[in-house]
């Protein structure tokens, strides 16, 4: 089986920017997804490259990511031009060329299907002077986006896609206790304090981070072990002390590495007392495991 795959047709002078915010919100957002955005340079006059052509090929879904200067405008004077426009060549290729079969199957579709999204400008073709040959994408329904309202509206606008072709959404947030009320009592620690404490040797490693977010403050530090069996005693060790601490790490493990982020989720997502003692213990219980053979 292989994951539902979008190819972005963009004009790198108009969108480009946005196409590859456009990429990381879809394979973020959702399951078993791949997103192609052609970045290679092409010279005009160029036969139209075989490198777009199998990423057309190879994908369920073309998006067209439409800006204000995605063609010329209506009623544009032109000048005169023997290049190939690879926008156009794209999509007349995207709707010519056969789905494979088995792609249509597991996908759940007949033939390729094009999305257009009008980007940063006015919802509608009639602004452009659209080639004939790609004139079937008046007939599509369009969406529309733009940078003022790309926090709020992305989710729902990737919604919508989601539902069109039956594809699944990753879960929006992790799920967490319920505030315990004697840690929500808890003081965060200041941030003067909280440097000066991770100066000392103790808490070698670790430092703060928020991932994006001004809202939340995380200690966080890489475990590195000679080999996963070290880093699974790691991690055994430390979930038996924090189920006597009641307090709890968001973590990862990859083979002999294991990262670490620590915040009390109670008292609003930032680091107290219970964060510093956590990291002290793992930072003994890392040495302990190393010694061992």
Partial sequence: MQP????????????????????NEIEKRM????????????VVGDPFPEKLRRLIDSAHAT??????????RKGEVLGSSAGTDWVVNELEYSRAAALEPSMAANAGIASRVILPLFADCDRGFAQFEVPQSIAYLEQLHA??????????????????????????????ADE?????????????????????????????????????????????KTFKFRHFDQAADFMAMVSNHCRILDHHPEWRNVFNHVT???????????????????????????????KKA
């Fill in 63 to 72: 998006i067209v990511l439409i800006g204000r200067n995605w063609m010329p």
């Fill in 260 to 290: 670490v982020s620590l915040t009390t989720w109670d008292a609003q997502r930032r680091v107290t007392i219970y964060d510093l003692n956590l990291a002290l213990f793992m930072n003994m219980a890392a040495k302990a495991v190393a």
């Fill in 143 to 172: 969406e529309q986006i733009d940078y003022a309202s790309w926090p709020a509206a992305i989710g729902p606008l990737l919604d919508r896609v989601a539902v069109k072709l039956s594809l699944k959404k990753r879960p929006d």
């Fill in 31 to 42: 399951q078993f997804v791949r997103v192609s955005v052609d970045v290679e340079e092409m």
């Fill in 4 to 23: 539902f795959t979008f190819f972005i047709s963009y004009r790198r002078q108009d969108t480009a920017p946005i196409a590859l915010l456009l990429k």
């Fill in 176 to 220: 967490y206790p319920k505030p315990d009320l004697a840690k929500a009592r808890t003081q965060p620690l200041a941030d003067s304090e909280l440097t000066q404490i991770l100066h000392y040797d103790d808490y070698e490693g670790w430092y703060i981070d928020n991932f994006g977010n001004a809202e939340v403050k995380y200690l966080v």
